[in-house]
């Protein structure tokens, strides 16, 4: 298996620019996490997906950022507009609850700068 | 609520000498608690967890971890470092009924110097 995939590894915007970042979990997996990861906040639990559904967007910073996922193959999250706060290691994880471990498997991440 | 506080921003260690990194934690109930690491310019990888049973337990490269309900502790140990180890690690901690919804420490960076 490839393991999570995400793209753009890296992305450089300027403020106010539409962001949008992809996930393709592992498949088979019925559970995907966002998570954002600064060196002042550490790795916050931005929302999470079951069976594509939204369970719990709490940790979505503003009405700035959206996530969706449209299929159990794919997942954006998209920030629109971006401003420099905004900067970030953004991950995505997935998990399949049939495990009973629920270990998450995390993406490389993408590195996300606005200038 | 659950909480967890890795006291320690960075461990140094020799290579060959036993690594030690501290997690404390706090939640309602039994907790379910994990150990992840980061390596640089990576995602999070899986080292171990606990759920019930055993309070040592055994993970991956060599790591394993003592649940100590009294202390509400589960700190990360390996008998030798190896220079390889020198990475970011977090603990984790979730509800049992808190499916998915984990919660990481600060993470605490580990040098092991040759």
């Known amino acids: 298996d490839a393991g999570v995939i995400q793209s753009p590894r890296h992305e450089v915007t300027e403020m106010g620019q539409e962001v949008t970042l992809r996930c393709k979990p592992i498949s088979g997996h019925d559970y995907l996490f966002w998570y954002r990861q600064t060196m002042m906040r550490g790795l916050e639990l931005l929302i999470y997906?079951?069976?594509?559904?939204?369970?719990?967007d709490s940790g979505m910073p503003e009405d700035r950022f959206s996530a969706k996922m449209p299929n159990a193959s794919f997942s954006t999250l998209k920030i629109q507009p971006s401003e420099p706060r905004d900067s970030a290691v953004y991950f995505c994880?997935?998990?399949?609850?049939?495990?009973?471990?629920?270990?998450?498997?995390f993406g490389p991440g993408t590195r996300l700068t606005v200038l | 609520a659950q909480s967890v506080a890795q006291p320690e921003d960075q461990v140094n260690v020799a290579e060959g000498n036993p690594l030690t990194v501290k997690c404390t934690y706090s939640?309602?109930?039994?907790?379910?608690l994990f150990w992840y690491v980061q390596y640089p310019n990576r995602g999070l990888q899986f080292l171990l967890k606990?759920?019930?049973?055993?309070?040592l337990v055994k993970g991956s490269y060599g790591f394993e971890a003592e649940f100590n309900k009294s202390q509400t502790s589960f700190h990360l140990k390996k008998p030798s470092a190896l220079v390889s180890d020198s990475a970011l690690y977090f603990c984790?901690?979730?509800?049992?009924?808190?499916?998915?919804?984990?919660?990481f420490g600060a993470g605490t960076q580990v040098v092991v110097t040759p």
């Open positions: 994880a997935s998990s399949l609850r049939g495990q009973i471990t629920d270990t998450q498997y």
């Open positions: 606990y759920i019930t049973g055993d309070n």
């Open positions: 939640v309602s109930g039994n907790p379910y």
């Open positions: 984790a901690v979730r509800r049992p009924d808190s499916w998915g919804k984990l919660q």
């Open positions: 997906f079951n069976n594509n559904v939204p369970i719990d």
